[in-house]
């Protein structure tokens, strides 16, 4: 089993609904420091699993459409409670798509991907996906 | 499937016994960097998996029994050889205690937890639990 | 010369204005981690230049009063454009108050402070102030 | 299930083959921080999985083979496209003789291994090996 | 006083000339993760002492011409030794240069710079110029 | 001006004498990650500043001293109270003996020094000696 993992980051300021938030519920912000994984059972004849570049790319797309953003007004996030593990899951879903659409470069089988997000140095949060 | 973590750390002092560990039969000491890693299939609904907060708590908690300790005079490790891989079982086995008893905010179901001790740059064990 | 350097982090919300900012003009977030250094020539009587304990309760303490807060409606910043380099003179002057008022234990003589916030894995700013 | 890891590092130059790789199809070169970790169920009677000092001179040793070299001049890759996939197979492969002939100590049953390379701060590659 | 830093890397091939370099004569090759650091007593109008994405653009710049190379076949480097000391050296006069046509957006006053290479994560060299 | 910096780590027990530390007055430990910084005006006809090579082993001798050790029992530093910027200073002591002694290699003119101990991700003291 290979994994190939790109990293990236994007600056954002949210606030969080619910009494469980504690002062999260201010707005705040956060620099999330983004690693996107994709695993599979095989390399292509080139010798990868992903291409590493078009991995990033991919990344950075689905980031930019966030970063230097306030969520709580991007609609694409509109009704979530953008915690780190729905954030996760969102960038996960957002780049599973572009694996399936062969956007990846997909020389290999992507199986199953994880998105870390680390909200800061001492808390951190993943979604994996099995595509 | 989520997981979330949340990392701290502890200064202690211990010895090994048994002639594979070489000089760190003598007694030394480590910063053990600490995460503690909740893993579960779904989030609740506000979109957590745990609630960070009461993990760095719980997690906090823990290490505070070893913390600034020589670990060969502590009660709760006698008869134990203080390995990392047994230190992190210790850690992961007592925050286990505490998901169960609700004390980690279980928002979402946490189905199995990882605890990782880094006891250096270049060293680290983990110990992982199905709960 | 010695020096002691603590390290925390506050995650918050801010715009920025003035065109040379570009999408960081829009409300956005960091999360800062922020090292904050002491030094002088000589150590006090029990070997140390600062209190460690006391050094990091009085970051943690200022940092407080910024964390999980929208900076552009924070009174004690009001006028301010609160950039990276803006934020670490504003914590190293708080910081340096405390040093002056003999609250971060003072053993030793400090000079001089600097205050490095990290705004993210691949840009930080410094202030330095000579005390 | 118990893991320990240990990190080390080697500095080599190599060229990759295959459009994909735009221009690292040019004569590169890279330090690869490479983690190994072992994988099992149980511990031994001193407590440990494997050997963490064995396990670090086996890294060592099979790092000392290609560290300081152009990887498209090493006997032991010809033939291969050296990608980070591909180098991370190969170390991993070499260890995991290691540890059946019983060299990385060997105290608990290591069942699986899992070889990191991380090729910059923002991409690294892992191989899976059940053994 | 204040300072900012940037952070880039690049992956080169190179070989060192010199006896003293041991096995490091032969060619290999580095991720060099590469730091600017701009220093200056006093803030701009902004309250930035650089732009920070003027700065990134040409740290990036610089190490573009490097990226992906074997350093020996590199003209702007003939003749050079290439250690990290030299290249630390290359990198901030380059980048000092950049700095005196004002393209690093020069808000404050620039006095003095610093680009660190960190060769791998045990060793890395400076090199300061003064504007 | 120049600097080149190799880091090691070494993992001690301790207790610190002083009402001042707390905790920290009992027998505990830490893993201390060292830099080693030397500094100088110019490069050595090879292109160097001090032989990366020598400057590490020269560490690695010194920390080896008090690796595994408790520091309570360690002749070298009897009468001392361990703190970590007590040990960045005999750490630096030692060592600028060392170049003194032309063991680092000495092709430039290593003018001053600095030794950082990290004791925690969170805390670390350095000492700066003038040669």
């Known amino acids: 089993m290979f994994s190939v993992t790109v990293r990236d980051h994007m600056m954002v300021a949210h606030s969080l609904r619910g009494e469980v938030f504690g002062p999260a519920q201010r707005l705040h912000g956060a620099t999330f420091v ?5 695993r599979g059972p095989d390399l292509g004849p080139d010798g990868i699993l992903v291409d590493i570049g078009r991995a990033t790319e991919e990344l950075q797309r689905i980031l930019a459409e966030l970063n230097y953003r306030n969520l709580d007004d991007v609609e694409a996030l509109a009704g979530m409670n953008t915690t780190t593990e729905v954030l996760a899951r969102h960038v996960a879903q957002r780049l599973a798509d572009r694996v399936r659409e062969g956007e990846v470069g997909a020389p290999g089988t992507v199986e199953a991907m994880v998105v870390t ?11 994996e996906l099995v595509l």
Do not use: G, K, N, R
Request: aromatic residues 12%.
């Open 34 to 38: 983004v690693d996107a994984t994709f």
């Open 117 to 127: 997000l680390h909200e800061s140095p001492t808390a951190w949060a993943s979604c």
